[in-house]
């Protein structure tokens, strides 16, 4: 960026925009249809596998890619050849944080990655759009929350559902099942029915493995750097790369890796934004300290009595998606109640959210999926995981994030990381 412009990140700090001078090149002066420099907005890519490679040019297309990030060489190379002779290419992320072009970092890393990275991104002046879901522990995501806030940076999540497209088996978008909610029509409490059965697949095929055996590192990987924060666990190629999520250090199967596409809807849906379950119980086989295996059943439930079912072998096959005293809603907005669309025809609609991210960033304005919201649909799934590893009926206190008289279970909330790595 030019020395005498103003850059997003300078300006954003400033108390006032009427205090400051932007030099803005008009459209006119540099030719009909381009856009000028200072509008253009840059992005880096940390972590360019199977996800990451996404994020080059199919997510956040507005922006223009500068640089790409990753500890194996092989991934590199393909991620600097797909992005072009000008992408500059990188081994750690801190290099690519002291870049000054670098607007906007994407972290489509594995999750044990997402917190720390989102955070040095918002100490580096950076906005950051990172992939679900936001943090690996409750704790982790306090922290983003944190840093987001302290260095007034914008985030965004990178999952859609509760703003646009149909909402994966529900043929139908969120909003209108949340004008439902916020109509009255079904009462209260509610009961939803996250299944296969109503649409989501729980993908236990994520699953780990047991059987792991040592195994030599590959050259082209920084295996070391790869692990970062995690514990130290011997090389194996299950461990890493497309199949890291069926391990408890890096994810949480088929739970972490859906988790929150499936449930941030939900919380949006039910206006549950600002608050967590209080009572979380699972249903499950022993769970094996490494590996993440198949389960049954989670249940959770809020303060008012609210309740999410995440149906994990299919059980309910009358289940509806979303259901009260007063009616039930099923896949495709199908219903027991008479005329239901001419009923909701008299209400309002929910609230208009800012669904551009390029938007967002330029002007300042918090995204609809960001660091507030994103941490406590992302709880849901952290709660999820701490009720299999404990087997038992928890408690948590929702404004304070822990759990109440619970030694093991709030060991999960906030696990040590690998020295030299912390928040």
């Given at each position: 960026m030019k020395k005498n412009k103003l850059t997003r990140r300078e300006f954003a700090g400033?108390?006032?925009?009427?205090?400051?001078?932007?030099s803005i090149v008009p459209r006119h002066?540099?030719?009909?249809?381009?856009?000028?420099?200072?509008?253009?907005v840059t992005k880096a890519v940390i972590g360019v596998g199977g996800m990451g490679m996404g994020h080059l040019k199919g997510v956040n297309p507005k922006a223009k890619l500068v640089a790409v990030c990753d500890v194996d060489e092989n991934h590199l190379k393909r991620a600097q050849k797909e992005g072009g002779k000008d992408v500059r290419a990188y081994k750690d992320f801190r290099e690519v944080l002291e870049q000054s072009d670098v607007d906007v970092v994407h972290v489509p890393t594995p999750?044990?990655?997402?917190?720390?990275?989102?955070?040095?991104?918002?100490?580096?002046?950076?906005d950051i759009w990172c992939e679900k879901p936001l943090s690996r522990t409750i704790y982790e995501g306090e922290k983003v929350v944190e840093a987001v806030n302290k260095y007034k940076r914008i985030f965004r999540l990178n999952t859609w559902f509760r703003f646009r497209s149909g909402?994966?088996?529900?043929?139908?978008?969120?909003?209108?099942?949340?004008?439902?909610?916020?109509?009255?029509?079904?009462?209260?409490?509610l009961k939803v029915t996250v299944s296969g059965v109503t649409g989501f697949n729980w993908k236990h095929n994520w699953s780990g493995r047991t059987d792991l055996t040592k195994q030599p590192i590959p050259k082209n990987l920084d295996y070391d750097m790869w692990i970062g924060p995690a514990p130290y666990k011997p090389y194996h190629p299950h461990r890493v790369h497309g199949t890291f999520r069926g391990y408890w250090d890096y994810d949480g199967g088929g739970l972490g890796d859906m988790g929150q596409h499936y449930l941030d809807p939900v919380q949006y849906i039910l206006g549950k934004d600002n608050e967590s379950p209080v009572q979380i119980e699972a249903d499950t086989q022993p769970q094996h300290h490494d590996a993440v295996l198949p389960w049954r059943e989670i249940r959770m439930k809020y303060a008012d009595g609210t309740q999410i079912i995440l149906d994990g072998e299919n059980r309910y096959k009358e289940a509806a998606f979303i259901e009260g005293p007063n009616g039930k809603l099923f896949k495709g907005f199908k219903s027991d109640i008479p005329d239901l669309e001419k009923k909701l025809a008299e209400f309002p609609e929910p609230e208009p959210q800012v669904t551009d991210f390029i938007e967002a960033v330029k002007e300042r304005k918090k995204f609809?999926?960001?660091e507030v919201n994103g941490h406590r649909s992302c709880t849901i799934v952290n709660l999820a995981k701490i009720a299999l590893r404990t087997r038992r009926r928890l408690r948590f206190d929702s404004d304070k994030q822990r759990f109440i008289k619970d030694e093991e279970a709030n060991s999960y909330v906030k696990q040590p990381m690998r020295g030299p790595w912390k928040l």
């Open positions: 400033r108390a006032v925009a009427a205090a400051a001078t932007v002066v540099i030719g009909k249809g381009e856009t000028p420099p200072s509008e253009i999750p044990h990655w997402h917190a720390l990275i989102s955070i040095a991104a918002a100490k580096a002046g950076k909402f994966y088996g529900m043929g139908i978008e969120a909003k209108p099942i949340k004008k439902l909610v916020m109509s009255g029509i079904l009462g209260g409490p609809a999926l960001n």
